[in-house]
């Protein structure tokens, strides 16, 4: 492998956009900072990373991504503290995250080295686009696609690894409530529902907008072989809270491992809060809400964080949640906050200085 360090060809944009961008009204992934990595795959290797100004890219129609979906993502944030040091949340797990799903969809893995000096240098450049306070972040989307020409069905052997950030705040931008799917699963056992897979998301928006014409936000995925199971929801995995009790399904072929569930069970496990990792059926949540012991549910992701769920639907029943103030939801959301922002301890050596 090429030592990387001091090769990372950097070049600047002429000029900015951020003057033009409203960043009191955000909305989610839609405004880009100026810069942007790119790295392709060929002969054999990853070439030399390129920092450049954001901007369209120039594909053959006949590019495998197009056609087999040979993709993969990842969604991680960076944060600004108080003295404007930049920080990321465990960014080793995105790392080892997405190299895990390209192996999956037969795409070479991405060099360490790289992924870290790449990043590091784009933060840098952009630093401006990351504002201070709790709740701004700059979302930060590394994403891999088969750029080969020609559509035989088989691993391509060009690729592009890229970086692409955007400024974000929330999110969801009102109250969220989800239906409990009938019919519909991100996955099955041997499938990729583990990786971090374009596909996987591109196939929920249909299941999703039959949950928006009911008045959802969100689809709850069940389990493929039986649809008794609760998996994930379309951007996030779940919990519940029965009880005082914390129960989130286990990570499987079909579930992905999420850093912020499993940042949230730490973190439950430091404070005692009894947590219980195991199937979770729609019958004992629909049964758990009939006798109020139902007392909230969430989801948690990168883009989302901790997202509280007001209310779900299951086939015509419709069940809304006690509004706690005491909600594990937003006691897990500023424990967490307070490690990404740099203002608590962070025990776990969660933090990652850029
Ligand atoms: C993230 O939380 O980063 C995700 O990948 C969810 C995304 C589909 C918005």
Aim: hydrophobic share 35%; glycine share 6%.
């Amino acid at each position: 492998m090429k030592n990387l360090t001091s090769m990372i060809d950097i070049q600047r944009s002429p000029n900015s956009k951020i003057n033009d961008t409203n960043f009191d009204n955000l909305v989610f992934g839609q405004v880009f900072t100026d810069h942007m990595m790119e790295c392709d795959f060929k002969d054999g290797e990853w070439q030399t990373p390129v920092i450049k100004p954001y901007g369209p890219l120039s594909l053959e129609p006949s590019a495998r991504v197009f056609h087999y979906g040979q993709a993969v993502f990842e969604g991680m944030k960076a944060y600004k503290d108080k003295d404007e040091k930049i920080w990321l949340f465990r960014p080793d797990q995105n790392f080892e995250r997405i190299n895990k799903s390209s192996k999956r969809l037969a795409i070479p893995e991405f060099p360490k080295e790289y992924f870290f000096n790449a990043l590091e240098e784009l933060l840098k450049l952009d630093k401006d686009w990351i504002k201070k306070g709790f709740g701004n972040s700059l979302y930060i989307r590394p994403f891999v696609i088969a750029t080969e020409a020609g559509v035989s069905a088989s691993a391509a052997k060009e690729y592009k690894f890229m970086i692409i950030c955007s400024p974000a705040q929330s999110y969801y931008s009102g109250e969220v409530r989800v239906k409990f799917s009938e019919k519909f699963s991100r996955a099955a056992d041997g499938g990729v529902g583990f990786a971090k897979a374009a596909g996987n998301y591109g196939a929920q928006f249909y299941p999703t907008n039959l949950a928006k014409e009911e008045g959802f936000q969100q689809i709850i995925w069940t389990d493929a072989n039986t649809h008794d199971y609760l998996e994930e929801a379309g951007t996030m995995n779940i919990f519940f809270r029965i009880g005082d009790k914390l129960i989130t399904a286990p990570t499987n072929d079909r579930i992905l491992d999420g850093v912020t569930r499993k940042s949230v069970l730490t973190l439950a496990e430091e404070f005692n809060i009894e947590t219980e990792v195991r199937r979770v059926s729609v019958k004992e949540v629909v049964e758990a809400a009939e006798k109020g012991e139902l007392k909230e549910m969430f989801g948690s992701g990168t883009a989302t964080v901790i997202n509280p769920i007001v209310g779900f639907g299951y086939k015509d029943q419709k069940f809304e949640l006690p509004k706690l103030e005491d909600s594990y939801a937003k006691f897990f959301k500023d424990k967490l906050m307070k490690i990404q922002y740099n203002e608590a301890e962070d025990k776990f050596g969660w933090r990652y200085e850029v």
